[in-house]
């Protein structure tokens, strides 16, 4: 069994910044390809950013530029988030074991609880 879990939520107010961190356990292997994923209230889920076995990373268009997908201690990944805007609020979802790319994201089995992250204007 592969178990995520994210934290770093909050609320913000626009131009505002946090880092969202999600944390592996269980069954995880080096360089697990890693990803995160948002949902709005009434909307679909979207993919967001991730990072794949050479750790390239790859971006929703909305977010390039201002979010940053990393590897971090003991099979964490992270999300920073600079210049935050109210079409960024959503519960962020972490997910392994995908493909993610520029052209193609298609999530694996393997999704955290989410974390709520709210900008104000």
């Known amino acids: 069994q592969l178990y995520l879990t994210e934290s770093g939520g909050g609320s913000v107010q626009a131009g505002g910044s946090l880092r969202l961190s999600c944390t592996a356990s269980?069954?995880?292997?080096?360089?697990?390809?890693m990803a995160w994923f948002r949902q709005a209230p009434g909307k679909e889920r979207e993919f967001v950013a991730g990072?794949?076995?050479?750790?390239?990373t790859s971006y929703l268009d909305a977010v390039r530029g201002r979010f940053t997908i990393s590897r971090g201690v003991a099979d964490a990944v992270h999300l920073q988030m600079n210049n935050l805007t109210p079409e960024d609020t959503a519960v962020y979802y972490c997910?392994?074991?995908?493909?993610?790319?520029?052209?193609?994201?298609?999530?694996?089995?393997?999704w955290g609880g989410g974390t709520q992250v709210t900008v104000s204007s």
């Open positions: 997910n392994a074991a995908g493909y993610y790319s520029d052209y193609t994201s298609n999530p694996g089995d393997y």
């Open positions: 990072i794949n076995w050479s750790d390239r």
């Open positions: 269980g069954r995880t292997r080096p360089s697990l390809p």
